[in-house]
Structure formats: structure tokens, C-alpha cells
T-cell receptor, first 112, second 115 residues
């Protein structure tokens, strides 16, 4: 199958715990992104990476960390420093030719 | 700064009615791209259209059409003869700098089509 795979789809976490969300792609695109969506709101950019071993903060990076050791993978860690982590997280990959972002199915994180 | 405004939070219409979703954007870039995405209840964002700032031609794809007007900084989306399957949240988005490819999203419009 081609595309973007996010896992897990649903995740529950206790306060004070770090959690890592996975994003894998086999589209061979360089640019990858993490967005956060809160109920009734649009998507806000957390981090993005345009090339392996390089990434940039987005608009709401505090309390999050990422790595980009492989082209196919861009995991997001939600740390205990993130005050309101309950949200829907979407990973995206950019198609260079069209400037279009392709999205994964999302991961819904709930902090108990 | 770049900004996208979707003033309509929720719209509800009866099936077969036409409906227009509004999108107004702000950017200082001379080259930019505008997008519409559909988010069904499953959560995944589905790409609908991309339009660059140099192409003001309206586009029609089946029951969907888009009206891009630079003079009013608007990129409105019309669904003709709406169907229940069109029910979703629709997002308008702006990409201001080609290199960074960062999308700025509006807050979305929840569209409900009633049978």
C-alpha cells in the first residue's frame, strides 16, 4: 500500500508521561509535517522537516519534540511539558511537484 | 503574517440545495497557493483543489466549483445539488512560500446535508 501511516490511531496517556506518535511514508517525499487539531478549530503546525536530519519549529512547538533520522519516518513526541496534549494529531507529506500536502489518518491522543 | 478566515462555522442545508463556503485570506506574498480540503468523520483530510495566485480562472469539477478573486482575497467553494455524502468539515488553506510549503488553515466550516 502506498501512502502515509500514522499509529496508533487512538492513544491514552496519564498526566506526566511522554508519548510518541509514529508517522511513516512510502511516497519518497522529502517534506513532512505535524499538525494539531482541537475540536472546532483548524489545524496548527507543530513541527516540519524538509530534509533528513533537519527540522523546524512550527507555530506551537512548545512541549513537543521530533526527529528525522530517516526519510520515511517523522515521529512526534508529546512530552509532559505540553500542558494541553489532548487533541487530534495529523501527519502530512508534501508532494514537491504540486505543493500539495497529503495527510495521514490521524492519531487521537487523550490525557486521562 | 498569513491568515485564513472561514466566517461560517456551521452550515446546514437540505439535500439538493446549492451551498457556498466562504474563504478569505491575507498574505503579503505575491506568489501563493490556496487549497480546499474535506475532513469526513473519519478524520483524514482529503485534498480537493489547489489554486496558484496567478490563475484566477474559476474551476469546476463535477458538482464542485471554486471562485478565486484576488481583488477581494477570496476563494469560495460551491457545491451544487448537495448530497448527504458531502457532509463534512471543509478547510480552506494558504501556502505563502513555495520553499517552506507550510499550510495555514482556516478554522473550518462544518457542513451538514440533511436528507
Amino acid at each position: 500500500d502506498g501512502g502515509i501511516t500514522q499509529s496508533p490511531k487512538y492513544l491514552f496517556r496519564k498526566e506526566g508521561q511522554n508519548v510518541t506518535l509514529s508517522c511513516e511514508q512510502n511516497l519518497n517525499h522529502d517534506a513532512m509535517y505535524w499538525y494539531r487539531q482541537d475540536p472546532g478549530q483548524g489545524l496548527r503546525l507543530i513541527y516540519y522537516s524538509q530534509i533528513v536530519n533537519d527540522f523546524q519549529k512550527g507555530d506551537i512547538a512548545e512541549g513537543y519534540s521530533v526527529s528525522r533520522e530517516k526519510k520515511e519516518s517523522f515521529p512526534l513526541t508529546v512530552t509532559s511539558a505540553q500542558k494541553n496534549p489532548t487533541a487530534f494529531y495529523l501527519c502530512a507529506v508534501a508532494g514537491e511537484d504540486t505543493g500539495e500536502l497529503f495527510f495521514g489518518e490521524g492519531s487521537r491522543l487523550t490525557v486521562l | 503574517a498569513q491568515k485564513v478566515t472561514q466566517a461560517q462555522t456551521e452550515i446546514s442545508v437540505v439535500e439538493k440545495e446549492d451551498v457556498t463556503l466562504d474563504c478569505v485570506y491575507e498574505t503579503r506574498d505575491t506568489t501563493y497557493y490556496l487549497f480546499w480540503y474535506k475532513q469526513p468523520p473519519s478524520g483524514e483530510l482529503v485534498f480537493l483543489i489547489r489554486r496558484n495566485s496567478f490563475d484566477e480562472q474559476n474551476e469546476i469539477s463535477g458538482r464542485y466549483s471554486w471562485n478565486f478573486q484576488k481583488s477581494t482575497s477570496s476563494f469560495n467553494f460551491t457545491i451544487t445539488a448537495s448530497q448527504v455524502v458531502d457532509s463534512a468539515v471543509y478547510f480552506c488553506a494558504l501556502m505563502g512560500r513555495r520553499g517552506a510549503q507550510k499550510l495555514v488553515f482556516g478554522q473550518g466550516t462544518r457542513l451538514t446535508i440533511n436528507p
